[in-house]
């Protein structure tokens, strides 16, 4: 490692910067997105005219509750939308966003610098692949190291000829079960991370086991693990040893959910999703283990509902709320301060 021309630098997508100039920073989000690939069908023929209505307030309601059965909801591709939004968090204090729109989500980088300049916010934009269903079809035979290559190239030299470079190897899908092709994918992300000192980034799927077998094949390959986020943790592991077992190995803790109220939403028998408070009583758990260095946090915004202008929490959820909401608990300015500019500084600096 350390041989990439930006170690210790963070890299947005107006370039390099030094890592002190981030401020508050929130470390899985999607500015835009093409997310139809995990679109589901209503089943019932009376809902069925619903999946391609677009967002209203006449369906918000039944949107909240079936958020991935409304393709206009999935789609996140209007700039000045963008624009607006990201604004929210820039006025209330906040630096940095981390866009882990990765291959197969229709990742945008000069969209992501325009929002970029048009903001004032630092924008660190995600490479490598989504989950596999998204995957093309030539992974089935390629090899790991074929991937990656592709994938240093966007953080040594931009993505296609646009200059823009990628800050981060994620989001990088892992299904339950970890298919053939995932395992390349992240195998490919390791390679990237020892070859150019870039941190990577996991999405799991819904399996409580699957993070850690993640963790430890990304150990044996070679990667970073105090370089490395595991998202998704709320709506992942439930369990307290599990938790206390994946704090273990060193890797960050992504709470990235934030604000991401769909309890009463129909998922696997044994998943559900948190909400703000369930995410604070695993944070504070982790504090009083001691791990609080590994925490961090993000909202996902991936689907309109979630935005203001739709009706949802907006960007500045967390710095607006969840926050003074963490300070009344008992959390101190210090870790939450921690939480929220220094370890996603120390995970975006270049290695
Ligand atoms: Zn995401």
Known sequence: MATSPIAGKVQTVLGPVDPQTLGPTITHEHLLIDFRVVFQQPGEASQAGLAEEKL????????????????????????SVAIAEARHFFNAGGGTMVDVTS???????LALARISRATGLNVVMGGGHYIGATHPEEFERASAEE????IIRDIEDGVGNTGIRTGIVGEVGVSAPWSETERKTVHAAVIAQVQTGAPVLI?????????????????????????????????????????????????????????????FYPLAPHSYMPNDAQ???????????GHVDQVLLAHDVCSKHRLKQYGGHGWDHIIARVVPQMLARGISREHVDRMLVDNPRRMLTFA
């Open 103 to 109: 291959n197969g989500l229709g990742r945008d980088p």
């Open 56 to 79: 209203s307030l006449a369906n918000l309601g039944w949107i909240r509750h079936n958020w991935n059965s409304s393709i206009d909801n999935l789609m996140l591709i209007d700039e």
């Open 203 to 263: 999405h799991p799927g819904r399996d409580e086991e699957l993070p850690l077998r993640v963790l430890e094949a990304v150990a044996e390959w070679g990667g970073d693990l105090t370089h490395t986020v595991m998202g998704h943790i709320e709506r992942t592991i439930y369990s307290r040893s599990a938790l206390k077992r994946l704090a273990e190995t060193g890797a960050f803790l992504n709470f990235d959910l934030f604000g991401h109220d769909s309890s």
């Open 279 to 289: 995410r604070m009583d695993q944070i504070q758990f982790l504090i009083d283990e």
């Open 147 to 150: 991937i990656a290559s592709s």
